[in-house]
């Protein structure tokens, strides 16, 4: 019995340790006026900014999928706080080119119909 489980445990080790490293290509998006295009946007928590900028109090992450006819598009951004959840301020603003994702990880099938689960 001790064998089994001292197996069982080996082998989710060996399995947790495994990990791919990819790199992903992105766009500036900064600039960009994607509001009208939106269908998803998530907020994630605020957490004390790691910054000396006293203005900048709270950040959190966003993830937008915006849909432009049929295709999709994923963007990724910070947004940081003043001072009381005021001065919100969206910097970092990032789309990510699902087409070097699919690749990447070898996906099948269309890029459209995106959901954020």
């Given at each position: 019995?001790?064998?089994?489980?001292?197996?069982?445990?080996?082998?989710?080790?060996?399995?947790?340790?495994?990990?791919?490293?990819?790199?992903?290509?992105?766009?500036?998006?900064?600039?960009?006026?994607?509001?009208?295009?939106?269908?998803?946007?998530?907020e994630?928590?605020?957490?004390?900014?790691?910054?000396k900028?006293?203005?900048?109090?709270?950040t959190?992450?966003?993830?937008?999928?915006?849909?432009?006819?049929?295709?999709?598009?994923?963007?990724?951004?910070?947004?940081?706080?003043?001072?009381?959840?005021?001065?919100?301020?969206?910097?970092?603003?990032?789309?990510?080119?699902?087409?070097?994702?699919?690749?990447?990880?070898?996906?099948?099938?269309?890029t459209?119909?995106?959901?954020?689960?």
């Open positions: 019995m001790r064998i089994l489980l001292v197996l069982l445990l080996l082998l989710m080790t060996i399995s947790v340790s495994y990990s791919q490293e990819k790199t992903i290509p992105t766009t500036d998006n900064f600039n960009k006026n994607y509001y009208p295009d939106i269908t998803f946007l998530s994630g928590e605020s957490h004390r900014a790691t910054t900028n006293r203005a900048e109090i709270e959190a992450f966003r993830v937008i999928i915006t849909t432009s006819e049929i295709y999709d598009n994923l963007v990724v951004g910070k947004a940081t706080y003043g001072a009381e959840g005021g001065h919100k301020t969206l910097t970092h603003i990032k789309k990510i080119e699902l087409e070097a994702v699919w690749e990447a990880y070898k996906l099948t099938g269309e459209a119909g995106l959901e954020f689960i």
